[in-house]
């Protein structure tokens, strides 16, 4: 599965790609306006710490060709780019024209089956079906995910289910058991993927046990 991280600081962004297992990011308007910096010079930023990774940028019109103009502009600025594009009808028309002239896509605010459907169909590379925001309203958010893999893989079709509004290490567990594509999620869940209370007490004892007996790697 890759793991994307959700975020318009580039700082996070840096952190995640130190480890070397990121394999791209995902941004949106929110994120963008949350960092405080320019969205072109944010996404260049990011582009450059994760190379070769493909990195969603989100176009903010919701007419075709407005949309389709901003699209344009954000796919110029990088080769990594994925164009984001939300799940409206003017959308997907545009994934369809971009999938088209080989600009890849990101399909975001998508909820249900059917709009993944649309997704597909249009030639998305990425479909970003949200979990947490549905979860949010009592609701099991995972369900759609599910159908969604079951969808691509029974027709074919070469989207990727993207697993997106990913909010704790449990989400993670449930987009690998659903087969998904792709998990993006904040820096902190991926911090909280390495953590595990028998690993540091583990370590802990290792260590000690290791001290006592006066060893040393390096011996002299
Ligand atoms: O980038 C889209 C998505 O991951 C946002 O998540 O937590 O705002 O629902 P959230």
Request: glycine share 8%.
């Amino acid at each position: 599965m890759k793991l994307f991280v959700d975020t318009g600081d580039i700082e996070e962004v840096k952190r995640a790609a130190e480890w070397g297992v990121l394999d791209g990011v995902t941004t949106n308007p929110t994120l963008i306006a949350k960092s405080g910096k320019g969205f072109k010079e944010t996404v260049l930023a990011i582009c450059e710490a994760v190379p070769g990774g493909d990195i969603s940028a989100e176009v903010v019109a919701t007419d075709y060709d407005t949309m389709l103009k901003e699209a344009l502009e954000i796919a110029s600025w990088h080769p990594q780019i994925v164009v984001k594009v939300p799940l409206i009808e003017p959308g997907v028309r545009l994934v369809k024209t971009l999938s088209d002239k080989g600009i890849k896509t990101n399909v975001t605010l998508v909820f249900t089956v059917g709009q993944a459907l649309m997704a597909a169909k249009a030639g998305a590379t990425y479909i970003s079906n949200f979990v947490g925001r549905v979860d949010d309203l009592a609701t099991d958010g995972m369900n759609a995910v599910t159908e969604t893999v079951e969808m691509v893989a029974t027709y074919g079709y070469r989207s990727e289910v993207l697993v997106a509004s990913v909010r704790h290490p449990l989400h993670v567990l449930q987009a690998i058991q659903s087969g998904a594509h792709v998990a993006t999620m904040p820096l902190k869940v991926i911090e909280a993927l390495f953590k595990h209370p028998l690993t540091d007490s583990g370590l802990q004892r290792f260590l000690d046990d290791w001290n006592k007996a006066g060893l040393s790697i390096f011996e002299k």
